[in-house]
T-cell receptor, first 114, second 114 residues
């Protein structure tokens, strides 16, 4: 119940294409869903996040789509660029808790080809 | 400006030789986290502090200890590093993103065990 399942494990996209990464969760107590971007040798950086009271959130080329009934959420990267090549982690937490412990997905390695 | 600072960025130690990694945060938040991340894996939570209240994850080995002398600083002590402890160690704290508390990660310390 504490798991967050992420797919695909790796993804190759041409420059200008759309990258889509999917995550699914089971624990309905989760109420905060961030996405992190991590470059090799760096710490994860918060990219975008959503709460389940909205079905979509967009920031620049990055969009989260959220389906509460299906307990799924996805990251869409529009007009993918080589600089987007990184590992992406979805996560979930009970944002209302004092400590906000994150449960991470397994990660997706994205390669954007020029 | 960096919100979470980790030192050193790279640490080499010998098998069984104690090592200490340090973390400081400028957000003055009462929660701090230590994660272990191995290659191609998601970050794995080792423990966290809520103020001075230490919370160990159930599967964190006894070999890993932590100290938090004040709000800003936190240390990870590995008492007898084994080859399997070679990893990236990430420190994180909480901050506000879009009106919601979320986790911010430091750049990590890459630990090599010889």
């Amino acid at each position: 119940q504490q798991q967050v399942k992420q797919s695909p494990q790796s993804l190759i996209v041409q420059k200008g294409g759309i990258s889509i990464i999917n995550c699914a969760y089971e624990n309905t107590a989760f109420d905060y869903f961030p996405w992190y971007q991590q470059f090799p040798g760096k710490g994860p950086a918060l990219l975008i996040a959503i709460r389940p009271d909205v079905s979509e959130k967009k920031e620049g080329r990055f969009t989260i789509s959220f389906n509460k009934s299906a307990k799924q959420f996805s990251l869409h990267i529009m007009d993918s660029q080589p600089g987007d090549s990184a590992t992406y982690f979805c996560a979930a937490s009970r944002g209302s808790s004092n400590t906000g412990k994150l449960i991470f997905g397994q990660g997706t390695t994205l390669q954007v080809k020029p | 400006d960096a919100m979470v600072i980790q030192n050193p960025r790279y640490q080499v130690t010998q098998f069984g030789k104690p090592v200490t990694l340090s973390c400081s945060q400028t957000l003055n938040h009462n929660v701090m986290y230590w994660y272990q991340q191995k290659s191609s894996q998601a970050p794995k939570l080792l423990f966290h502090y809520y103020d001075k209240d230490f919370n160990n994850e159930a599967d964190t080995p006894d070999n890993f200890q932590s100290r938090r002398p004040n709000t800003s600083f936190c240390f990870l002590d590995i008492r007898s590093p084994g080859l399997g402890d070679a990893a990236m160690y990430l420190c994180a704290t909480k901050g506000t993103f879009g009106g919601t508390d979320t986790q911010y990660f430091g750049p990590g310390t890459r630990l090599t065990v010889l």
